[in-house]
């Protein structure tokens, strides 16, 4: 099992529009073959502060994700609401 980790930093008045964005990507994403979990979350202390937080069973099933059709047609949209390019890790289970 493997999780990521994935914070964006969004344009204060673009924040509503990545959110309605990410809707559409998280409900399509959460059908895909090996997605056990695939969530976004606002900082309590910062709202431009959107975090991706994501369980899939294993690194092929994140890469299929990475290469889908909604990843790649929803994913640079949101980017062009950005600050700047997300913060993003993968962490294997260890414990």
């Known amino acids: 099992m493997i999780k990521v980790v994935a914070k964006n930093f969004a344009k ?3 924040i509503d529009e990545i959110i309605e964005l990410s809707k559409e ?3 399509i994403t959460r ?3 090996g997605c056990i979990k695939y969530e976004m979350y606002q900082d309590e202390q ?3 502060i959107l975090t991706m937080i994501e369980e899939w069973e294993n690194k ?5 994700h990475l290469k889908s059709e909604h990843f790649n047609r929803i994913v640079p949209r ?3 609401l ?5 913060d993003m ?3 294997n289970k260890l414990i």
Not at 60 to 64: Q, R
Not at 82 to 86: C, D, G, H, Q, S
């Open 78 to 80: 949101m980017g062009k």
């Open 46 to 48: 910062d709202a431009t």
């Open 31 to 33: 059908k895909e073959k």
């Open 12 to 14: 204060e008045d673009k």
């Open 25 to 27: 990507l998280v409900e």
């Open 60 to 64: 092929e099933a994140l890469e299929e």
């Open 82 to 86: 950005m600050l700047k390019e997300a």
């Open 89 to 91: 890790n993968i962490y």
